[in-house]
């Protein structure tokens, strides 16, 4: 790959995902440490997290109905800590997704625009010779209906008028051809 050609956009998205790691640690030790935080943001997803995850083992094991215990308080505070870390670099790479996506899409329009701006250029070009050409064939249809050969024909004629007019021919080479076109002209 080419680095003139490696997309900035990409580079500043990932920093912002390397970044939003120590983002998640310092909301990790936040939830640890209030209390609010703790109980009304973390127990709730970590007890239902811990719920899903140990009926789904029990089923599998082929144990139907057993009864699952909820964490201690502390166990869910520290899951509840995991999965909001996870949950905040999740949605920063999505965001990061959605917002490369965005990006590639309005390229993508500014390049049809332009292509769709070329084509109508192309198009008024040969609308404009459609037109000129329409008005050569005008003129060629009104000039006189002379055609090349007949005017070839009249040039030469009067060309040999010239050469063998009352003027000494120079040489008798000179005066046979002028008889020979006065014979051939009569």
Known sequence: MVVGAFPMAKLLYLGIRQVSKPLANRIKEAARRSEFFKTYICLPPAQ????????????????RGTVIKPLNE?????LGAELLGEATIFIVGGGCLVLEYWRHQA????????QR???DAM?????????????????????????ALEELQAQMREVRAQLCAPDPPAT????????VQESAQA
């Open 48 to 63: 239902l997290y811990h719920w899903v995850e140990m009926r789904t083992k029990m089923r599998i094991m082929g144990f």
């Open 74 to 78: 502390e166990a869910a505070a520290e």
């Open 107 to 114: 390229q993508q329009r500014h390049k049809e625009e332009e």
């Open 117 to 119: 701006a070329a084509w």
């Open 123 to 147: 198009q008024d070009e040969v609308g404009r010779l459609a037109l000129a050409l329409e008005a050569l064939q005008a003129q060629v249809q009104a000039a006189p209906a002379h055609s």
């Open 172 to 179: 008798p080479q000179a005066a046979s051809a002028c008889k």
